[in-house]
């Protein structure tokens, strides 16, 4: 079968950046299925075009691991402001250069995945000119999202555009595709019958485990790893992803001399972190660039524990399904996380540590004896390897989402 995914954000191997529909179509394609991704050359973490294109050229088409990438030329940006507004108007736009006719092959599935809805509203548009199945992959749920997470008004204009639009693509849609273990219930409460819905988190590809490497910036400080006990986060180091709470653990713990800290990325609040560890003389922190997801399970090699901090909102009702959560369980570690989400799989199945109050949380980090310790690591790969490895997500979109053709 042939499969167009529209995606602005996809990063390649050796990138940084999210890779669940890369991973998705390296098992689509072990399965003999044909995949075309369509993204932005522009990387969304790096803030950097990756591709060189000849003049006047608004596409590139390059093959890898056998599946093929149109890479879109769009705008330059380095904030979320209206520089960004243009990056993702000129990823829609450039779009309608793309000579699809070249592929000598019709598409029998179309996904569009909306980190932004253009994306999605494109994928439905080509979908329909080729009598091909839309698939609709509603990564966060909107306009939920800018109520909880922005503040913004249900009676604000672009709230009901945003709504109007989901309830659209919903009913278009041949199958919608959620990342969030109770969001069906949402689209449901929206009148979709639920064989329309498919629940397919984000996971990760077990077989980067088998390269593990020594990281050289990590190495650098290999003494002061191996003898203690290391705290890890990796991914973007933001506001939204509440690095306030777990630089107060560690600002609770810099007495505690047999513990460190390790954050692993970029962000926009990367400067305000490392300048309030300066300001609190914080010893047990170090902070290093981000990897390529290639290189990710490496890095994780050098922790003891994955930390992760979840802003409460309502929002997290319907669950969430952060990519870090799945790379900590994919290297065996035990998850921190903070939250105060009570109905949480860190929780249910005993994966490590759950909680919302920070003393509570450091309580049981000091406490923890070697026995439970092996326990949770034992726990968190296996409830990996069945729940979210890509091989199972791969069969899971076979067996429900192929199902329509």
Same mark, same amino acid.
């Given at each position: 079968m042939n499969i167009w995914i529209f995606n602005h954000y996809v990063a390649a191997p050796g990138d940084f950046g999210i890779t669940r529909h890369l991973d998705l179509a390296r098992e689509l394609k072990s399965k003999k299925h044909n995949v075309t991704i369509f993204a932005s050359s522009y990387n969304h973490w790096e803030r950097k075009e990756k591709k060189v294109f000849p003049t006047g050229e608004k596409y590139l088409v390059e093959y890898i691991d056998g599946i093929r990438f149109v890479w879109v030329k769009t705008k330059p940006y380095n904030n979320n402001g209206y520089s960004r507004i243009l990056n993702i108007l000129s990823y829609w736009w450039n779009l309608k250069s793309v000579k699809y006719n070249q592929f000598n092959e019709k598409p029998d599935?179309?996904?569009?995945?909306?980190?932004?809805?253009?994306? #999605?509203?494109?994928? $439905? =548009?080509?979908?329909?000119?080729?009598?091909?199945?839309?698939?609709?992959?509603?990564?966060?749920?909107?306009?939920?999202?800018?109520?909880?997470l922005a503040g913004v008004s249900r009676k604000n204009p672009i709230v009901k555009i945003l709504a109007r639009y989901e309830t659209f693509m919903y009913e278009k849609a041949s199958k919608i595709i959620v990342l969030f273990d109770k969001a069906p219930e949402y689209v449901k409460s929206k009148g979709i019958e639920e064989k329309k819905i498919v629940y397919l988190p984000n996971g990760a590809d077990i077989k980067r485990n088998n390269y593990i490497k020594k990281i050289d910036i990590l190495e650098e400080h290999i003494d002061i790893l191996k003898s203690k006990t290391v705290i890890g986060y990796t991914g973007s180091l933001s506001l939204a992803n509440n690095m306030d709470r777990i630089l107060e653990i560690a600002n609770r713990m810099k007495n505690d001399k047999e513990y460190l800290f390790v954050f692993v #990325?970029?962000?926009? $609040? =990367?400067?305000n972190l490392i300048s309030e560890v300066s300001n609190k003389g914080l010893n047990n922190c170090l902070f290093f660039p981000p990897v390529s997801k290639e290189d990710l399970p490496s890095v994780l090699a050098y922790f003891d524990y994955g930390i992760m901090s979840l802003k409460h909102s309502p929002l997290y009702d319907f669950g969430f399904s952060l990519n870090k959560l799945y790379d900590y369980m994919s290297a065996d570690l035990p998850i921190i996380i903070d939250t105060s989400i009570e109905d949480n799989i860190v929780k249910n199945y005993n994966l490590g540590i759950s909680g919302n109050n920070l003393d509570d949380i450091i309580f049981l980090i000091k406490t923890i004896e070697k026995e439970q310790y092996q326990k949770m690591k034992k726990n968190s790969k296996a409830y990996f390897l069945e729940n979210h490895d890509w091989a199972v997500l791969g069969n899971k979109f076979e067996r429900e989402v192929m199902e329509i053709l």
């Open positions: 599935i179309v996904l569009g995945s909306i980190m932004h809805h253009l994306a #999605g509203w494109v994928a $439905y =548009k080509i979908a329909k000119k080729y009598k091909a199945k839309f698939v609709f992959e509603e990564r966060d749920l909107w306009p939920e999202s800018l109520i909880h #990325g970029e962000g926009s $609040y =990367k400067k």
